[in-house]
Every structure is written in C-alpha cells, then in structure tokens.
C-alpha cells in the first residue's frame, strides 16, 4: 500500500508537471494567436493600400496613354520637322516630315543621331547641340539639304518637368520663298541693308552694306549684328532701338545714331527697321536699312 501510494504521489506530481507545461504552452499559444491576429490586421490594411495604388497606377497608366496618343497625333500631324534628342543625342521622337528630311526608319528610335546619314548638311550639328545644352539657349541657322533648298534649323534644350535638362529638341522650318524673296530684295535696295535672324545674327547683307561700312561678307554673315567690324555696332542707341523699341512695334522708321566709326569715322545714320515672318509664323526676320545723313546734316 506504501508503494502504491509513492506512486501514486509521483504520478501527481509528473502529471501536475505536465499540466504546467500544457498551460504554458497555452499561454504560448494564446500570444502566437494574438500576434497572428495582430498580423493579419496589418496584412489587411496593407492589402488596402496596395489596392488603392494600383488603382492610382491604373489611373496614371490611362493619362501616360492618352498623353501619349496626343502627342503621337500632334508629331504626326504637323508638317514640321521635329526632333526629340535624349541628352546622349539618341533619338526619341520625330515627326513624319523629319522621317522624310532624315530617312529614318522605326528603327532609329534609340540610335545615336550622328551615326544616321542625313540629307540636311550640317556638320557642326552636334557642337550646336552641345552649346545649347551647355548655354541652355536657343540656337537658330540657315542649312541647306542636297537639293539646295533651304531651311531655318532652331535647336533648344530639352527641359523636364523639374526644369532638368534632359536632351534637346531640333526644328527646320522650310524658308525656301522667304530666302529667295530676301536674296531679291538685297539685290534691288540701293541703301545699305542687313537682314538679320531673330538673335540678331546676321542672315545676309547687300553690297552698299559692304561698301559703306568696309566691311567684308566673311566678317558679317553669320556674326551677331554687335560683333561686326570689331564690335563698330555694338552702340548702345542701337541697342535701345533693336532690343526695347522694335520688339514692341512692327517697324520703326528714322531713328537716328551718331557714332565714331573706326573705318568711315564721325557718321549719322539713320536707321528704318521691320520685324517680318514667313507664312507659317515661325520665321521671324528683321530687316534693317542704313542711310548716312552725314552730309545732309
């Protein structure tokens, strides 16, 4: 009975033992339990998340594609050459009158522009690229294709929302007529006249030009309107008169200038400007007529 009872007693003991463990596994049990439920809570709430921003990214998906229709149409619906550099002068974008111009293929997209033969000669293209980007200022010049004919090529940077700059973009603007018509009017005018871009570079000047000043055409087309003759123009009159006063008019007649000319000395000019675009309204001209009224006076 003795034994029995010593048994028993370690029976109780192993079972008592036994149902700590069980309680504390049951505790155990219980934080697991409330962890999970604590997870699934938070796996809830991020599911939430994660199915409103797919929504968002399914709105945002929507407006890429339409903005990218649009400007798919725009590019194809304008008969202007037009080209999207990234900043590694790889071609994004063109427009189908730049396809014609350039002979691109789709499979251009993603090619350096400098490794694609060109029908518009332009050699220095890719330093005027790289001014611009560096200068981030327009450029404008007057190129010419195989055939001869001839184009207005304008080249800005390329700027990204947060006004990065992030390539650049090219436009030729057809201005065959209005070359010619310039070419016919320098030859006719009997006063020195200079025809000029919209920076105020020099396009063309007509030979009274060059006798009255003594100047040559090597040293005048191409050279800003202040640069020529060693820097001879850059008058501050002159200045009032081209970048206050005709920027609001459309032309401006006798505005008179005195100025000490190294070549031609002491002289009094007066001067008759035009502001003028071609018929797309994207060439701007500005022709500029000389007369000395030195004598006069």
């Known amino acids: 009975m003795q034994a029995i009872i010593e048994e028993q007693e370690a029976t109780n003991e192993e079972l008592k033992s036994a149902n700590e463990e069980i309680q504390s596994s049951n505790e155990e049990l219980q934080s697991t339990n409330e962890e999970l439920e604590t997870a699934r809570e938070e ?3 991020t599911n939430e998340e994660l199915t409103t921003l797919n929504q968002e990214l399914q709105n945002r998906n929507s407006e890429l594609a339409y903005v ?7 590019l194809n619906t304008i008969n202007i050459a037009v080209i999207i550099l990234s900043r590694d002068l790889t071609i994004r974008r ?3 009158t730049a396809e014609r111009l350039f002979n691109f293929i789709p499979s251009d997209v993603g090619r350096r522009l400098s490794d ?3 029908n518009i000669h332009v050699p220095e293209l890719e330093d005027i690229i790289h001014d611009v980007n560096e200068n981030l200022s327009a450029v404008e010049r007057e190129v010419q294709d195989r055939e001869g004919h001839w184009y ?4 800005r940077p390329y700027r990204t929302q947060e006004n990065r700059i992030d390539g650049a973009v090219l436009m030729l603007l057809d201005i065959e007529e209005i070359k010619r018509a310039m070419l016919q009017m320098t030859g ?3 006063h020195p006249l200079l025809l000029l871009h919209a920076d105020l570079t020099v396009s063309r000047a007509n030979d009274a030009f060059y006798q009255a000043f003594q100047v040559k055409p090597e040293e005048t087309e191409n050279h800003s309107l202040y640069e020529l003759g060693n820097g001879q123009w850059n008058i501050p009159k002159l200045r009032e008169l081209m970048e206050e006063i005709l920027p609001s008019r459309t032309e401006v007649h006798d505005f008179a200038v005195e100025h000490e000319f190294p070549r031609i000395g002491n002289r009094k000019i007066m001067i008759n400007a035009r ?4 018929d797309d309204r994207g060439v701007q001209r500005i022709a500029v007529a000389f007369e000395d009224v030195t004598d006069r006076a």
């Open 43 to 45: 796996l809830q709430s």
């Open 68 to 74: 990218n229709n649009d400007l798919t149409n725009l």
């Open 94 to 96: 063109y427009t189908a």
């Open 116 to 118: 694609i033969t060109r």
């Open 152 to 155: 207005s090529l304008r080249v």
């Open 188 to 190: 006719i005018v009997r």
């Open 275 to 278: 502001r003028f675009y071609g």
